[in-house]
């Protein structure tokens, strides 16, 4: 059973601060995605990896870095929070074939106050 | 890059009706579209999928069609069911692994 474990459900952050959230996969995928969903918005995809130490921006990534330094650990940074960063922050990861399924994080509640 | 419009947004049926979410995309290079299913304070996950090579899949009470001239896909659930209540995502990929989300449709059952 594939499990994706992210490092914390609920997060608060003051505007300016650094945060790191953290995505944790067990089944040995190359691939991992960070997103943020939004009401009304869909799953918006910021970074994702195909590998270690790859990373390609998505959609929005404006605002936000990644590192991956193990094949099983993917990390989102906000360098500098904002209120307009508050969002629910979901993780996936998939293996490395064509049209896989992706699975996803519980989620992280980030709030930016 | 690749455009996913969904619709509905929000849709109520009762139980036992059919539904049916309908989703457009931009790019005819696209070949494989996904459905996620998202049920409240859980996490997204797959339920059905279609690659661009099949018109249509069904699995039990669910099936998707896929129209490629029209870029267009639906999701169709029949004898609907509470347990069925959710948001629903439709997704578009144009080959790698990268995915393309639509905006999703909460869907409701009216018991």
């Known amino acids: 059973d594939v499990k994706v474990t992210q490092s914390s459900r609920y997060l608060v952050k003051r505007t300016g601060e650094k945060v790191f959230l953290e995505c944790v996969q067990d089944?040995?995928?190359?691939?991992m995605f960070w997103y943020r969903q939004d009401p009304g918005l869909g799953l918006r995809l910021i970074y994702f990896?195909?590998?270690?130490?790859?990373?390609e921006k998505g959609d929005i990534p404006e605002g936000y870095s990644v590192s991956r330094e193990k094949k099983e650990r993917f990390s989102l940074i906000l360098e500098s929070a904002s209120t307009n960063q508050t969002s629910m922050y979901l993780c996936a990861s998939s293996t490395r074939t064509k049209g896989s399924e992706q699975y996803f994080g519980p989620g992280t509640r980030l709030t930016v106050t | 890059g690749e455009n996913v419009e969904q619709h509905p947004s929000t849709l109520s049926v009762q139980e036992g009706d059919s539904a049916v979410i309908k989703c457009t995309y931009s790019d005819s290079a696209s070949n494989y579209f996904p459905w996620y299913k998202q049920e409240l304070g859980k996490r997204p996950q797959l339920i059905i999928d279609?690659?661009?090579?099949?018109g249509e899949k069904k699995d039990q009470r669910i099936a998707v069609t896929l129209n490629k001239t029209a870029k267009h896909f639906s999701l169709h659930i029949t004898e609907t069911q509470p347990e069925d209540s959710a948001v629903y995502f439709c997704?578009?990929?144009?080959?790698?692994?990268?995915?393309?989300f639509g905006t999703g449709t909460r869907l409701t059952i009216i018991p």
């Open positions: 279609i690659r661009s090579n099949v």
């Open positions: 990896s195909y590998d270690v130490k790859m990373k």
């Open positions: 089944m040995d995928h190359e691939n």
């Open positions: 997704a578009a990929s144009m080959g790698n692994e990268k995915l393309t």
